[in-house]
Structures are given as structure tokens and as C-alpha cells.
């Protein structure tokens, strides 16, 4: 199973961007939704988690500005990105998190302006 990633691009300060991360086929098993990010130069960072039990988890810096959702019949996974801010540049790595292993997206950049 693959997971494509999309919706990124470059946007002023202030906008916003919804990235979607789409599942190939089926996976069995999911704990976790998850978003995370990496900026140039640095590690990459969990962003925000969608469990299965249905509980949602934002990282401090995103808190507030973005909202992540789920479509358990399309096999896919959102994250709405509001009042971006320039520190938000990174690429965006969608992943699904289940019991026996971790699946990847291949990440989109997003690129915000001052």
C-alpha cells in the first residue's frame, strides 16, 4: 500500500493550504493518523495525530491554526492548514501508524511567504 501526499505549494503568510494523503488500498489494523513535517535543516516533527479511538492531538506550534480530519470510506487523511505563518515551510509527511508497521507518504512541500 502507498500513500500519496498532495496539496502543497506556496502561499502568503496569513493563508491557508488543505494537504490530503491518500491510501492505495486497504490497511489493516490502524492506531494512528498522523501529519508530520520537516524543515530544511532540521528533524522532522510530529504535527498532529487522528486516533482510531477517535481522539485528536495537535503539536503546540500548530494548535489553534490547523485541523485534521478523516475519511475512513475513501481512505484518506486531511490536514487543513490556517494563518499560516513562514515557519511553517516544510515538507509534509502524511503517516499511518498501525500495529504491525508504519506506512509513509512521500511528502509535499509547503512554502509560506512573508
Known amino acids: 500500500v502507498q500513500l500519496q501526499a498532495s496539496g502543497g505549494g506556496l502561499v502568503q503568510a496569513g493563508g491557508s493550504l488543505r494537504l490530503s494523503c491518500a491510501a492505495s488500498?486497504?490497511?489493516?489494523g490502524i492506531w494512528h493518523r498522523r501529519w508530520y513535517r520537516q524543515a530544511p535543516g532540521k528533524e522532522r516533527e510530529?504535527?498532529?495525530?487522528?486516533?482510531?479511538?477517535?481522539?485528536?492531538n495537535y503539536a503546540d506550534s500548530v494548535k489553534g491554526r490547523f485541523t485534521i480530519s478523516r475519511d475512513v470510506a475513501k481512505k484518506m487523511v486531511f490536514l487543513q492548514m490556517d494563518n499560516l505563518e513562514p515557519e511553517d515551510t516544510a515538507v509534509y509527511y502524511c503517516?499511518?501508524?498501525?500495529?504491525?508497521?508504519?506506512?509513509w507518504g512521500q511528502g509535499t512541500q509547503v512554502t509560506v511567504s512573508s
Open positions: 503517516n499511518i501508524n498501525t500495529k504491525w508497521k508504519d506506512f
Open positions: 488500498g486497504t490497511i489493516n
Open positions: 510530529w504535527v498532529a495525530t487522528f486516533s482510531t479511538g477517535g481522539s485528536i
